[in-house]
């Protein structure tokens, strides 16, 4: 382990915000960089326990003592190689990611848990500045042809392992560049898009061939995917939206919260935009959603220059600190307060909507009510208003952040003609295969919303299904 006496000698710390002031000012990353002195004692406060629950709680598997142990006693490209084992990208999941890991650290179940997330992240950016990071040429070609759909964190993930395995992979991409959630659902300010324009890079040396502006279905016919390529992987991610079935929903000035954050990264990066601008300066805006998508709305509506701002969820107020519903080591559901919060908004929980009202065809208020969550004899809660608890608010702007329902079933999945889960996501066998031989899928367009993490865990797993597919029997 790193030092022995250091989770008793040091506190937990994370990096400095840039001061909020400064940061409404760009869309540039909020946390500072963290000395590397201050890395290394963070580190040493991990207890290289006897069973790393860290480990245990991470999708990837990253042997977290390890490269803590590494880090606190200088040997960063070791730590580097080792973290490089099990993650392709650090770099995001570094900035975006919940943390799991930190939820189950073994210090974190009577004290604050090592700063993993932070020391993850330094030692990747040390390895692009010290050229650590280099592509990855495979050794041997198969001949073998893989159509990747979607270059989101999942899709990036199999193309990246599959080419290891020397097969040809060639992601098709909607959108004008690539990264899916990663480049137009999470702001720069989590998340700037060099990062990713970075790894990117490296991939295109190591050979995988990327198609933008490119939709499957309607840009490329199925019937030519399925002719030119030897497996196809559908990593196409979660794209309905949750929808918000009220009076007032079709008003101008309600919008979803994926549409005006996609806006927001065009302008960053300097592109046109081709619907009207969802414009947040000078309006009072309602986020309707509590989690992160809410959160970043926040964050962007306040960058814009937002009178106020508001945001609604409908189920109760976490606990600030774990209680007996999320006993350690489970990943803990407390009270969140992002660095959008911070920089200035109202929350409310326990609020539904009631409609949408409006004046010329725009909204201009919202009607809510106060709603209560009781638990029956199996269990299952249930939600009743609140008597006497409806109240008004002045709404220039509605952004509906309720989540994502399924993937798009209309154009290639139906083309394709798979089969759905209960749930409406591509059904696949335990090898990830679909209803149609030699089409997989992976990510959240299999599973479901999930996290950018999970998706990179899902994109590796169903690499190795599609190599063992096209090469067993192959000596």
């Known amino acids: 382990m790193g030092k022995i006496t250091g989770f008793k000698e040091f506190k937990r710390e994370t990096p400095d915000k840039r001061q909020i002031a400064e940061r409404l000012k760009d869309h540039k990353e909020v946390y500072r960089v963290f000395s590397k002195e201050k890395l290394e004692k963070q580190a040493s406060r991990c207890m290289n326990c006897g069973i790393p629950f860290c480990n245990w709680a991470c999708p990837l598997g990253n042997s977290i003592p390890d490269f803590n142990h590494m880090i606190y006693k200088g040997k960063w490209e070791k730590a580097y190689n080792r973290l490089a084992l099990t993650n392709p990208f650090p770099e995001f999941t570094g900035r975006v990611c919940p943390a799991l890991c930190e939820g189950s650290c073994t210090l974190g179940s009577n004290d604050d848990s090592v700063t993993i997330e932070q020391v993850e992240v330094a030692i990747i950016e040390k390895a692009f500045e010290k050229g650590w990071v280099k592509p990855n040429l495979p050794r041997v070609k198969t001949g073998k042809k893989i159509a990747i759909i ?102 101008m000035g309600v919008h979803y919260a994926l549409d005006f954050l996609k806006q927001q990264n065009k302008k960053n990066a300097g592109k046109d935009i081709d619907a009207n601008e969802i414009d947040a300066r000078d309006k009072v805006v309602v986020v309707i959603g509590g989690g992160d998508t809410g959160s ?50 109202k929350r409310d929980w326990c609020v539904s909507t009631k409609a949408l009202i409006g004046k010329d065809g725009k909204v201009s208020n919202l009607r809510g009510i106060h709603v209560a969550w009781t638990k029956d004899e199996k269990g299952r809660f249930t939600m009743s208003e609140v008597k006497d608890s409806e109240f008004e608010i002045d709404a220039d702007l509605v952004l509906i952040a309720m989540g994502f329902t399924n993937p798009r079933y209309e154009g290639m999945l139906k083309e394709l003609g798979l089969n759905l889960d209960p749930r409406g996501n591509v059904k696949t066998s335990e090898d990830y295969m679909t209803s149609t031989e030699g089409i997989f899928a992976a990510g959240d367009m299999r599973t479901g919303q999930s996290l950018v993490v999970r998706a990179m865990e899902e994109g590796l797993t169903v690499a190795e299904k599609v190599d063992k597919y096209l090469m067993d029997g192959i000596s």
């Not at 899916?180 to 061939?209: C, N, Q, T």
């Open 150 to 251: 979607g270059s989101g964190p999942a899709g990036l993930a199999a193309a990246g392992k599959l080419n290891t395995y020397g097969h040809k992979v060639t992601v098709f991409e909607k959108d004008d560049a690539i990264g899916g959630l990663l480049r137009y659902g999470i702001p720069d300010f989590k998340l700037e898009k060099w990062v990713v324009d970075r790894r990117v890079s490296i991939m295109k040396e190591e050979g995988i061939v990327f198609k933008t502006g490119c939709e499957v279905g309607t840009d490329y016919s199925v019937t030519k995917l399925k002719n030119k390529f030897d497996a196809i992987v559908l990593t196409g991610g979660c794209n309905v939206p949750r929808d918000l079935a009220v009076e007032g929903r079709e008003l």
């Open 296 to 345: 970043d709305c926040i964050g962007t509506a306040r960058r814009h220059g937002a009178k106020a701002v508001y945001q609604y969820e409908i189920l109760p107020k976490p606990p600030v600190k774990r209680d007996d519903s999320m006993p350690w080591p489970e990943f803990p559901r407390t009270l969140k307060i992002t660095s959008s919060h911070e920089e200035g908004c």
